[in-house]
């Protein structure tokens, strides 16, 4: 998707889902908790940073951020 957007100029942000979610468990934080999202988070934003288009992670949902487990 980095590679896509820097092609049209335009700005990305990754997402980061922290709801649960029924239909896919490996696609959330919201089990893992909060510890394993900052760890994840920070390797993504690492490699993630060599692609001009490049904008930030985003993390979706606040409220359930906010209530994953240490």
């Not at 029924?22 to 909060?34: K, L």
């Not at 994840?40 to 985003?58: F, H, K």
Request: proline share 3%; glycine share 8%; with cysteine.
């Amino acid at each position: 998707m980095l590679r896509r957007a820097a092609k049209t100029g335009v700005k990305a942000r990754l997402a980061v889902e922290t709801q649960p979610l029924a239909d896919c468990a490996h696609c959330t934080f919201a089990e893992e908790g909060a510890a394993a999202l900052a760890a994840e988070a920070g390797q993504v934003d690492g490699e993630a940073a060599r692609y001009p288009s490049y904008a930030g992670l985003a993390v979706h949902h606040f409220d359930a951020w906010q209530k994953l487990r240490s």
